[in-house]
């Protein structure tokens, strides 16, 4: 079964550099969602979108910004990267929006911020 | 707010055998999902089991069971027949049916090592 494609899926920057990550959903999957998980860390969640809409907002720095694309592929932009972003950046897909349906995590990008 | 509590940092078992990784979690919503993951030294989050709320079974998916307890607000993860494959991470996560709320809530994971 297809599922969530990341990529990069290793990246190295320098301090205040950008970098976009790249999010492919499972097909038909409609919500999208970003998490980041720093060194032994649980993951955070940073934003979703459903239907190309922004649908919730989490601790997500002013630097980062994100958006769905009409494929229902999903970016995530950071800007002035800061050590501290280093960090294990997943995403997540599912096929609705309730409480009831499962997110489905691709296989995460390593940002490594020098 | 949600809260998800995993008390075992760490737990060791022996192959074969089956374990119990607890997980107790704070809501005020009625409704909600409750999720285990596995998350091996690669690094992937790997989907194993969902409980909802509202569900009169206990959730099972081959050799993982979900011990649901309402009342205690706990949702424990057993693997049974434990395999060397199953060292991991596991997290215990929860999302509420509040408007608006699409994010999962993690506890802070329990490392499982099996031991040969």
């Known amino acids: 079964a297809a599922g969530v494609i990341q990529s990069p899926r290793h990246l190295i920057k320098e301090k205040r550099e950008t970098a976009t990550l790249k999010c492919y959903p499972i097909?038909?999957?409609?919500?999208v969602y970003w998490y980041q998980q720093g060194p032994g860390q649980d993951p955070q969640f940073l934003i979703s979108f459903y239907e190309k809409m922004q649908s919730d907002k989490g601790s997500i720095p002013d630097r980062f910004s994100a958006q769905q694309f009409s494929d229902y592929h999903s970016e995530l932009n950071m800007s002035s990267l800061e050590l501290g972003d280093s960090a294990l950046y997943f995403c997540?897909?599912?096929?609705?929006?309730?409480?009831?349906?499962?997110?489905?995590f691709g296989p995460g990008t390593r940002l490594t911020v020098l | 707010a949600q809260k998800i509590t995993q008390t075992q940092p760490g737990m060791f078992v022996q192959e074969k055998e089956a374990v119990t990784l607890d997980c107790t979690y704070d809501?005020?919503?009625?409704?909600?999902?409750l999720f285990w993951y596995k998350q091996p030294s690669s690094g992937e989050m790997i989907f194993l089991i969902y409980q909802g709320s509202y569900d009169e079974q206990n959730a099972t998916e081959g050799r993982y069971s979900l011990n649901f307890q309402k009342a205690r607000k706990s949702a424990n993860l057993v693997i049974s027949a434990s395999q060397l494959g199953d060292s991991a991470m596991y997290f215990c996560a929860m999302r509420s049916s509040g408007a608006g709320s699409y994010q999962l809530t993690f506890g802070k994971g329990t490392k499982l090592s099996v031991i040969p």
């Open positions: 097909p038909r999957h409609d919500t």
């Open positions: 997540a897909s599912s096929f609705g929006t309730t409480h009831t349906d499962t997110q489905y």
């Open positions: 809501t005020s919503d009625q409704s909600y999902g």
